[in-house]
């Protein structure tokens, strides 16, 4: 029979320390004062270096010749997580590729299926454009990331109702899906990611309407009001992620919120084909996004009971800056911070195959590879698309149709935007009123049903905004925060949308983004 020894660390001083000491080894007092002063002092200090590896677990430690047993850990609560790929369509690829690939994360760091939600459209496996039918990959190694992901929530499902009935637990407002909710108690860790496109003070989604920050939060609210977790970890990846948590997360909910990118910058799409590193020649899309395979990638290689997310945070924030921000972006963090001193593992488990891969910096170097912005990828999609098509063939002219068809939607949103300015405020004062940015700490906007007013009248005279059209959500919170109203902004809208667009991004078929 294998005996396990633990040793329970407090603060001591060296008298109480050689106490200690000798009622472990199980030693006489008069044997311990003829012991060896420096096998003491050796065995002491084996103890600081078991305790400096990290191998500490509340204030319990293992001596090194004791297992790790990662997947049987009751000391930390049960972990939950929700897994969201925001987008549909093989030219974001990239989302579900990413989701895919923490699925995979999770599921090998113990936690238990049923305890993972995922919401994806799950039309890029078996899609006819993907070259390896139902394997999706998320590293141009291509390792299939898609085998074995739950199906829980797909297609129209994916919605921001459902999102927020799981997150709350509320089965009864679950339409659709299997059904699978966040069910969570007092001392239960959550661990969400988000992964799409995104814009000022929104989220998108497959199906309309999109998410926007101020329900976000206040859905976090109503969790933390609940009292039905203990401490909550929020990845996002999105342009202008930030403005999703600035001025509207407060601390004292335990939660802890980090995403790609600052209010205002976009986030950055990589493993692209053209770049370096890019996916296998076969694959015309990008497979993965800069700041997600940061944070994913350094999970996949090292023991996570030895890393802090503040050590993550680090790491991920350098790699994603893509050498000091040019095609790179400013990693940011929100909320109740000092949780960024919990192990990783308190969320997201750990691969048992890694547990002598123990994290320190210069085992965590990775290569910042190319990127491009994440509203440029579908329109690289389209050209390496048209490019590669056989002259004459039906594929050259479908992929140049989407490629002139995007380009065309935008110009249109933007020159909209544009003139609704000019419209309202002349030439020069227009520029000044639609360009504001508001300090850090401050919120979008401050009347979100004004800004939600305002996409839909604007999507009614001009169309729909899109994944696109997300960039100008500052722009039309602006317009609220200098006071025009609703009858000024349909008048607006109306003389500068003259004609409305009858394309694939109109808001006839798809519905308001609000």
């Known amino acids: 029979m294998s005996m396990h020894l633990y040793i329970r660390i407090k603060p001591l001083n060296n008298t109480t320390l050689l106490v200690n000491i000798q009622r472990i080894l199980f030693i006489s007092r008069p044997a311990m004062v003829k012991m060896n002063r420096y096998l003491i002092t050796l065995f002491t200090l084996s103890i600081i270096v078991v305790v400096n590896r990290g191998e500490l677990a509340g204030d319990i430690i293992r001596l090194p010749s004791e297992k790790l047993d990662f997947l049987d850990d009751d000391s930390v609560g049960t972990r939950w997580a929700i897994l969201i790929a925001g987008s549909n369509g093989y030219e974001n690829y990239r989302h579900q590729a990413d989701v895919c690939h923490a699925y995979q994360i999770l599921k090998t760091g113990g936690l238990k299926e049923d305890h993972i939600v995922v919401f994806m459209y799950d039309d890029i496996a078996y899609n006819r454009y993907n070259p390896r039918q139902g394997i999706i990959i998320n590293s141009p190694e291509g390792v299939d990331v898609y085998h074995g992901v739950p199906k829980d929530y797909t297609g129209d499902d994916v919605n921001v109702d459902n999102f927020i009935a799981v997150l709350l637990g509320d089965k009864t407002k679950v339409k659709g899906g299997s059904g699978k909710v966040v069910v969570s108690g007092p001392n239960d860790h959550i661990f969400i990611y988000y992964s799409?496109?995104?814009?000022?003070?929104?989220?998108?989604?497959?199906?309309?309407?999109?998410?926007?920050?101020?329900?976000?939060?206040?859905?976090?609210?109503?969790?933390?009001?609940?009292?039905?977790?203990?401490?909550?970890?929020?990845?996002?990846?999105?342009?202008?992620?930030?403005?999703?948590?600035?001025?509207?997360?407060?601390?004292?909910?335990?939660?802890?919120?980090?995403?790609?990118?600052?209010?205002?910058?976009?986030?950055?799409?990589?493993?692209?084909?053209?770049?370096?590193?890019?996916?296998?020649?076969?694959?015309?899309?990008?497979?993965?996004?800069?700041?997600?395979?940061?944070?994913?990638?350094?999970?996949?290689?090292?023991?996570?009971?030895?890393?802090?997310?503040?050590?993550?945070?680090?790491?991920?924030?350098?790699?994603?800056?893509?050498?000091?921000?040019?095609?790179?972006?400013?990693?940011?963090?929100?909320?109740?911070?000092?949780?960024?001193?919990?192990?990783?593992?308190?969320?997201?488990?750990?691969?048992?195959?890694?547990?002598?891969?123990?994290?320190?910096?210069?085992?965590?170097?990775?290569?910042?590879?190319?990127?491009?912005?994440?509203?440029?990828?579908?329109?690289?999609?389209?050209?390496?698309?048209?490019?590669?098509?056989?002259?004459?063939?039906?594929?050259?002219?479908?992929?140049?149709?989407?490629?002139?068809?995007?380009?065309?939607?935008?110009?249109?949103?933007?020159?909209?935007?544009?003139?609704?300015?000019?419209?309202?405020?002349?030439?020069?004062?227009?520029?000044?009123?639609?360009?504001?940015?508001?300090?850090?700490?401050?919120?979008?906007?401050?009347?979100?049903?004004?800004?939600?007013?305002f996409v839909r009248t604007f999507e009614t005279h001009c169309g729909s905004l899109s994944q696109y059209g997300m960039k100008h959500m500052r722009t039309i919170a602006n317009l609220c925060n200098v006071g025009v109203t609703n009858d000024q902004m349909a008048a607006a809208s109306s003389q500068a949308c003259t004609t409305f667009p009858s394309n694939p991004w109109s808001s006839l078929g798809s519905g308001f983004t609000a």
Request: hydrophobic fraction near 30%; aromatic fraction near 10%; include cysteine.
């Open 196 to 453: 799409d496109h995104g814009g000022p003070g929104v989220l998108g989604m497959p199906t309309k309407p999109y998410l926007y920050a101020n329900d976000l939060n206040e859905a976090l609210k109503q969790k933390h009001a609940s009292g039905t977790y203990q401490s909550l970890v929020f990845y996002l990846e999105a342009c202008d992620s930030g403005s999703m948590f600035d001025g509207l997360l407060p601390q004292g909910l335990n939660i802890y919120a980090t995403t790609a990118a600052g209010p205002n910058e976009d986030s950055w799409a990589t493993y692209c084909p053209g770049k370096y590193p890019r996916p296998p020649l076969e694959y015309d899309t990008c497979i993965g996004d800069l700041y997600s395979v940061a944070w994913m990638e350094d999970c996949d290689v090292h023991n996570l009971q030895t890393e802090t997310i503040k050590q993550q945070y680090k790491l991920v924030k350098e790699r994603t800056s893509n050498n000091h921000y040019y095609r790179g972006s400013h990693v940011m963090q929100y909320g109740d911070l000092p949780l960024s001193t919990d192990s990783l593992y308190l969320y997201i488990g750990t691969n048992p195959a890694n547990e002598n891969f123990t994290f320190n910096e210069e085992n965590s170097l990775f290569q910042s590879p190319e990127a491009i912005n994440q509203r440029d990828a579908d329109l690289l999609h389209f050209w390496h698309k048209y490019r590669k098509a056989p002259e004459g063939s039906d594929m050259k002219t479908e992929a140049q149709k989407r490629f002139m068809e995007a380009m065309s939607h935008r110009m249109h949103v933007d020159s909209s935007i544009q003139l609704i300015g000019k419209v309202l405020f002349g030439l020069e004062k227009g520029v000044e009123v639609l360009n504001t940015v508001r300090s850090a700490g401050k919120p979008l906007v401050d009347d979100w049903t004004c800004l939600k007013t």
